[in-house]
């Protein structure tokens, strides 16, 4: 549960108040406007108003201007407004890292992350990994070694591996299996996915 | 679709867009005025619901309907007698905690999740028992004949042989815990046309059980399952929560999502059921089994049955001329079960492998020499020969490979300080099944050929293994086939269950394939070119842009000739730490014996994953129940263990690869229960050598081998 969300008479209390104020200050503010919105659902959409926030970011080197309610998750954010449906729920409390992004370069369980709390952040996502039709060194060592059987948490796994190599924390098979063992594979591919990590940090330049 | 480009034809077809992103899983279609359901769960174990406050829920923002047992739209299927499955929203009652009793749907899923928190139920209370074990001690609780009792020779002939072991062996519950959480996008339309996004192991059994339910004709529902994130036999039933998704988007004539939470996860669509087994072993002094008794209690619930293969094995892995099994189901105030991988085979295996092990010590023999010594040529059980099997042979390999002969049989003689390291070994056998199952294979003049069957991939591989049989009949390319699955509108198919798909699917691929090829032969006849010409230059010729066909294909009489099995061997070598009790699993090899090996690359993979599930049921997993309360407190990935990637060694995998020759034409057999069946008792019988304690009850935690003397 969100803890925005508990169960009690102040949330309601509080967005019933928004609404009433909100619909005086724009009634003598702007008074058109307030008129049109007063027929329909006015107060709902003032609410709705009211409670957003603005929000800059960038995906996948685009840049998104939203207003986005401040109890959504980077997660859903990802999901379902954007619809970047390749960074993957499972939890939905940072127990299994299906959700991995980069945000700023690290590693992030988007699930445990507003998405207000992203503003003027660089997101990375599974579908921003690749140079064009060209993979990243990691998805094809993935598909080499298959790193994977259902591919649910593939993008977490490949997300986290692409950091897990540019941390440093790629100096043995035992160092590189406890860096990913935030990435719950239930299918079981681990050796799988440490092989693929152990060929693209040969060299051990950053990817 | 974009083109794949395989590097290795071994490669998974679909393999690019898992690692991309771009594989759609059910929750990820966008669909036009999508809405998002979230579900209201009981708070009570067992009882009746009095009143159902849904107003505040209703008036909150985004919020279009509250759906119950007070409102919910005519599922006819429901209303009929018969049948034991939930029949959510057409009852009052409750029979689990966490069963679900509302849906609110919104138009975002914070809305909906919202809402769902202002719904408040008042309940009557009865009592109840969540508790399996004094389930199953309680003389006066309901128990029910799981499975007709079987006899071979004399019963309980172990009480009297030379020497005997009787022990008792116990396994908590499981969750199944596939990454991806179960759910639907169901969108009703105008003329009962229903489209839905699903999570399942067969499309066409969850678009029969819909129009049971629904009562419209088969033709009106579509069931898209493209890619599915893990099932391991959860996905196996339409479960109530996705009736309920339908009769949402009945209701409001919008699209509805239902993605359910981790938590909904160990409540509303099955568990492994708890087992309490006894296993008797009688034995003359020489290491000749002369009498096998397994008696079973397995967990099922009070509102519908469970029953699986938990005697199974019992039955005819050992030479043995006296046999007798006994399996009982227990109900308990918790969910229904459903089969998880290995499904009752693996629960059984646990315990007669470990008893198989307890009796070699007994005879101060190594086990494996006495799983040898008791190796029958026959199945005794149905008085038929083996297809194939090479049991001795995967044996050798395994022992080899994972140095058998470091092992000593004295337990705790391998000590490094605080280190004590031990060998086990188990073996795995699960049915060869093979269904029915019809392909549409597509021959193109561009070189291209289609496959189409309604089954399933929920991660072993199913294109990539169906791609190589026809790759190699057809001498195409594997990248200029493509296959395609998880629509309800294909030929039909089975569910993915019980290991048989590759036998069935890809014996109707094969099928498929040399009926193509015989009429390309007679295309070519008939435009005087050459019998061995190319599909492409034949279809050129005869001024064709394709040629297309469906066969259907089935077992024959050969399964009544013949006792069809696949194995599995599997060798564990196990540290445990002599102050903390810790087990560190060092090394794994598994041996399969599962005929012609279609897809090496997946194969290896489908035993690897098998391998790290039994690491779990072996050490970690269990889900725990507060029995005051009826509810789950280890709901979560951070309470309920499942491996993760430090706790998993080496694995290799090593194949017998010898086709069966009866059981299909390609004399491939299924391996993903097989992958898993066993392996907790290998571990089990590691950690007895290692240590000389004996863990009877799983998982096997530190705390337990502390505690053992």
């Known amino acids: 549960m969100h803890s925005s969300d508990s169960k009690n008479n102040q949330g309601d209390s509080r967005r019933d108040f928004l609404k009433k104020s909100s619909l005086i200050t724009a009634v003598a503010l702007t008074p058109t406007i307030a008129l049109k919105a007063a027929e329909g659902q006015a107060d709902e959409r003032f609410a709705e108003l009211f409670e957003r926030i603005p929000l800059n970011l960038m995906v996948n080197n685009q840049t998104y201007q939203a207003s986005v309610e401040p109890r959504v998750t980077l997660l859903d954010y990802l999901r379902e407004e954007l619809h970047l449906t390749g960074t993957k729920k499972g939890c939905d409390h940072g127990q299994c890292g299906a959700c991995t992004v980069h945000v700023d370069g690290e590693r992030v369980n988007s699930c445990l992350s507003l998405a207000v709390m992203n503003e003027g952040k660089k997101i990375t996502t599974i579908e921003g990994l690749a140079n064009g039709n060209e993979l990243h060194p990691m998805q094809a060592a993935f598909i080499k070694h298959d790193g994977f059987q259902c591919g649910y948490c593939t993008p977490g796994q490949i997300m986290s591996a692409v950091a897990c190599v540019n941390e440093g924390h790629t100096n043995s098979r035992s160092e590189i299996s406890e860096y990913m063992s935030g990435n719950i594979c239930r299918c079981g591919a681990y050796p799988n996915i440490v092989d693929a990590i152990v060929e693209v940090s040969k060299g051990g330049n950053k990817i | ?709």
């Open chain 2, 1 to 709: 679709m974009e083109k794949r480009i395989l590097k290795d034809e071994n490669d998974r077809v679909d393999g690019i867009f898992k690692v991309t992103g771009k594989a759609k899983y059910f929750a990820e279609y966008a669909l036009p005025g999508l809405t998002y359901g979230v579900l209201v769960t009981s708070t009570i174990t067992k009882g009746k619901i009095t009143t159902l406050n849904t107003k505040a829920a209703e008036k909150a923002p985004g919020v279009m309907a509250v759906l119950s047992h007070l409102n919910k739209p005519s599922a006819p299927g429901y209303e009929q007698d018969g049948g034991s499955p939930l029949k959510i929203f057409y009852t009052d009652k409750i029979f689990y905690n966490g069963q679900p009793i509302a849906m609110v749907v919104a138009n975002t899923f914070e809305r909906a999740t919202y809402a769902a928190s202002l719904v408040e139920a008042t309940y009557t209370k009865e009592q109840f028992n969540t508790d399996f074990d004094k389930a199953v001690a309680d003389a006066k609780a309901k128990k029910l004949q799981g499975q007709p009792d079987y006899k071979r020779g004399v019963e309980d002939a172990y009480k009297t042989a030379e020497v005997k072991i009787e022990e008792k062996y116990h396994l908590p519950i499981e969750t199944h815990n596939p990454m991806e959480l179960h759910g639907m996008i169901a969108d009703w339309r105008p003329n009962n046309q229903l489209t839905v996004y699903a999570k399942t192991q067969g499309v066409k059994a969850t678009q029969g059980t819909i129009a049971n339910v629904f009562k419209i004709p088969n033709e009106n529902i579509r069931v898209n399952s493209e890619f599915v994130g893990g099932g391991f036999g959860m996905a196996l039933r339409t479960w109530p929560v996705e009736i309920a998704t339908i009769m949402a988007s009945k209701y409001l004539g919008k699209p509805v999502k239902l993605m359910l939470t981790r938590m909904q996860m160990f409540t509303m669509v099955g568990n492994r059921p708890a087992a309490i087994q006894t296993i008797g072993l009688g034995a003359k002094k020489d290491g000749t089994l002369t009498g096998i008794t397994h008696l079973a209690f397995g967990e099922t619930s009070v509102y519908e049955n469970f029953t699986e293969g938990v005697v199974n094995m019992a039955k005819f892995m050992y030479q043995c001329d006296n046999v007798n099994t006994q399996y009982t189901v227990v109900p308990v105030d918790l969910g229904v079960p459903i089969w998880m991988r290995g499904p009752g085979e693996a629960t059984g295996a646990f315990a007669l492998e470990s008893a198989i092990d307890e009796m070699a010590h007994a005879l101060d023999m190594d086990p494996l020499e006495f799983r040898i010594k008791n190796d029958p040529e026959r199945d005794q059980q149905r008085n038929l020969p083996f297809s194939d099997k090479n049991i001795k042979e995967a044996y050798r390999i395994g022992a080899q490979k994972i140095g058998w002969n470091e092992r000593k049989n004295k337990p705790g003689s391998l000590i490094e300080g605080q280190w004590k390291t031990g060998y086990g070994v188990s073996i795995g056998v699960f049915n060869a099944n093979r269904g029915r199952a019809s392909v549409k294979g597509i021959l193109k003049a561009d070189g291209s050929l289609v496959l189409q069957s309604a089954t399933s991939d929920i991660g072993p591989g199913t294109g990539t293994g169906m791609t190589l049989i026809a790759s190699k009949l057809m001498n195409i390319p594997a990248d200029r086939i493509t296959f395609e699955l998880g629509d309800s509108s294909l030929p039909p198919a089975p569910s993915q269950g019980g290991s048989a798909t590759l036998s069935t699917v890809g014996s109707a691929v094969n099928d498929v394939c040399v009926a193509l090829k015989s009429t390309i032969a007679e295309l070519a006849a008939n435009a005087n070119m050459d019998a061995t010409s190319n599909f492409v230059e034949v279809l050129k010729k005869n001024n064709l842009p394709s040629v297309e066909m469906t066969k259907q294909s089935q077992a024959g009489k050969e399964r009544e000739a013949y006792s069809m099995y696949s194995f599995s061997i599997h060798f564990v070598k196990v540290k445990v730490h002599g102050l903390t009790g810790v087990v560190k699993v060092d090394k794994i090899v598994s041996v399969g014996d599962s005929g012609t090996i279609i897809s090496p690359k997946t194969a290896r993979s489908q035993m690897v994953g098998g391998a790290v599930g039994g690491v779990g049921m072996a050490l970690t997993e269990e889900s725990v129940i507060d029995h005051r309360y009826g509810r789950y407190i280890n709901n979560n990935f951070a309470d309920y263990h499942v491996p993760v990637n430090a706790d998993i060694p080496e694995i290799e995998v090593h194949f017998i690869n010898k086709p069966d020759p009866y059981i299909n034409p390609m004399g491939a057999k299924g391996m993903g229960e097989i992958a898993l069946i066993g392996f907790s008792a290998a571990v089990a019988n590691a950690v007895f050598n290692a240590t000389g304690k004996r863990i009877r009850n799983l998982p096997i935690t530190p705390d337990k081998i502390l505690a053992s003397t």
